[in-house]
T-cell receptor
Framework: DTEVTQTPKHLVMGMTNKKSLKCEQHMGHRAMYWYKQKAKKPPELMFV???????INESVPSRFSPECPNSSLLNLHLHALQPEDSALYLC???????????FGPGTRLTVT | AQTVTQSQPEMSVQEAETVTLSCTYDTSENNYYLFWYKQPPSRQMILVIRQEAYKQQNATENRFSVNFQKAAKSFSLKISDSQLGDTAMYFCAFMDSNYQLIWGAGTKLIIKP
């Protein structure tokens, strides 16, 4: 089973809203990732969690706040976003940080 | 800095034909991993195939195979007997020594009926 699930599939939010994206995997993977993807571009790495600890933060603005409550769950809390933050947000997981990554279906975020 | 180049922005072939997508990369490392991912219009990024640089044998996965030329730093993907469901954006990716993926710009592949 190589399934990573993400909710919601679509999200529309205003610039003053607070919302959260959720990612879940039950493959026993110990590394989880958040990526941002603009149309027709490759994914851009935002955050990496390894063994539930934040190991990489790619200079992402503080309006994005990741959280890893346990080894199966990864959240991305959103606050005071800008229209340019509209994108597809992908979650991925891997056995460890040196292994192939498996991606979820993504959340399409629109900021109005 | 490590880079990955996919020189074909878009390709289209007839169903059942064989198609090869090119990928070159630049690195000074000796041990690394290379990947091909596909992203259909449904948008889920799917792992197609993986190659370890220390392995001389080219990886294969059913209709998908790679031609890995380490000295030339080339990693092309061959799709045999192409199917309509192969229509997707294909990304080549290199895993660096920090275990981060360096992505190519992608090739949009269209399979025509």
């Amino acid at each position: 089973d190589t399934e990573v699930t993400q909710t919601p599939k679509h999200l529309v939010m205003g610039m003053t809203n607070k919302k959260s994206l959720k990612c879940e995997q039950h493959m026993g993977h110990r590394a989880m990732y958040w990526y941002k993807q603009k149309a027709k571009k490759p994914p851009e790495l935002m955050f990496v969690y390894s063994y539930e600890k934040l190991s990489i933060n790619e200079s992402v603005p503080s309006r994005f706040s990741p959280e890893c409550p346990n080894s199966s769950l990864l959240n991305l809390h959103l606050h005071a976003l800008q229209p340019e933050d509209s994108a597809l947000y992908l979650c991925a997981s891997s056995r460890g940080t040196g292994w192939e990554q498996y991606f979820g279906p993504g959340t399409r975020l629109t900021v109005t | 800095a490590q880079t990955v180049t996919q020189s074909q922005p878009e390709m289209s072939v007839q169903e059942a034909e064989t198609v090869t997508l090119s990928c070159t990369y630049d690195t000074s490392e000796n041990n690394y991993y290379l990947f091909w991912y596909k992203q259909p219009p449904s948008r889920q990024m799917i792992l197609v195939i993986r190659q370890e640089a220390y392995k001389q044998q080219n990886a294969t996965e059913n209709r998908f195979s790679v031609n890995f030329q380490k000295a030339a730093k080339s990693f092309s993907l061959k799709i045999s007997d192409s199917q309509l469901g192969d229509t997707a954006m294909y990304f080549c990716a290199f895993m660096d020594s920090n275990y981060q993926l360096i992505w190519g710009a992608g090739t949009k592949l269209i399979i025509k009926p």
